[in-house]
């Protein structure tokens, strides 16, 4: 499989900028149960700033590949006047085990392994109303692979799954509800946000991306009375580099939840699949 990604810069630190553009480009790969193996760097870079700028830009990049068992092959670069940063990713997958959006089945339940909040939280960033701390746990989560996700995934021969970014939950819950010709019913009580995600709700620091995503996908949404508009928002929230959201037939429910546990892997059952079509949010 091939993908690619790139993007320009969600955080201040260059370092952290090329780290979660690199996790972000990887993430493709392990949404469909594959393994990355080689990568380009797809640069565009401003040539009047300092080069140990750039320079941090491509070692964040290379070290997240390095964590990842991934070698940096090369790559292209150009000029440009905002900087942009992402890769070319090439891996394996067994045919016999790939995940696709299309495969949940009914009694499927819906597990998330990175909370929501991402997008609200760098746009507050980029408005210079984002507190420290928050800036400093959405980085944590944007610079986590989403590798044991994937794998876990295939050990346990989950057959559907995607990862979770710039439509946001519900755009991509939207598009494996329609791919598998099933409903999906999220419960808002059990979806995990970061802890500044619905200060900045409040304060309606939505990247643009969001509310594309609640024009486009909206229609195919009933939400139930009494859920606020700003967690209605942060369901449409673009998400860099997101977590993975796994399909696990019931059967299989308890025993890849203990084997979370049992590694410390961070899982949120956040909903099931049921007979129907679109989604609803009780």
Not at 15 to 39: E, H, Q, R, T, W
Not at 90 to 101: A, N, S, W, Y
Not at 112 to 141: N, R, S, Y
Request: a negative charge; hydrophobic letters at 45%; one cysteine or more.
């Amino acid at each position: 499989m091939v993908t690619t990604d790139f993007f320009t810069p969600v955080v201040d630190d260059p370092y952290d900028f090329g780290n979660i553009a690199a996790a972000n480009s990887l993430s493709d790969v392990y949404a469909m149960g594959g393994k990355p193996f080689l990568a380009l760097n797809v640069a565009a870079l401003l040539p009047d700033l300092p080069p140990e700028i750039n320079a941090e830009i491509l070692r964040g990049g290379a070290e997240k590949c390095l964590e990842a068992g991934v070698v940096i092959a090369g790559g292209h670069t150009v000029q440009d006047k905002e900087p942009k940063y992402g890769l070319v990713v090439i891996g394996f997958v067994d045919p016999q085990k790939v995940l696709t959006k299309g495969g949940v089945q009914p009694g499927d339940i819906l597990a998330l392994t990175k909370p929501l909040g991402f997008g609200v939280t760098t746009t507050a960033l980029k408005q210079e109303k984002a507190a420290h701390e928050d800036i400093t746990e959405v980085v944590g989560w944007m610079k986590k692979l989403n590798q044991v996700g994937g794998e876990l995934a295939v050990e346990f021969g989950l057959v559907a799954a995607t990862d979770v970014t710039g439509f946001g939950l519900l755009g991509h819950a939207t598009e494996m509800a329609a791919a598998s010709r099933v409903g999906i019913r999220l419960y808002i009580e059990k979806i995990p946000f970061t802890s500044g995600a619905l200060k900045y709700a409040q304060m309606r620091t939505f990247p643009g991306g969001a509310w594309d995503n609640q024009r486009y996908f909206g229609p195919q949404v009933h939400f139930a009375k009494g859920i606020p508009d700003e967690k209605q928002m942060l369901l449409f929230d673009p998400q860099t580099s997101g977590g993975l959201m796994l399909a696990i037939p019931g059967p299989k429910k308890e025993a890849f939840l203990e084997r979370a546990r049992e590694i410390n892997f961070s899982l949120w059952v956040i909903g099931e699949a049921v007979v129907g079509e679109g989604i609803s949010v009780v």
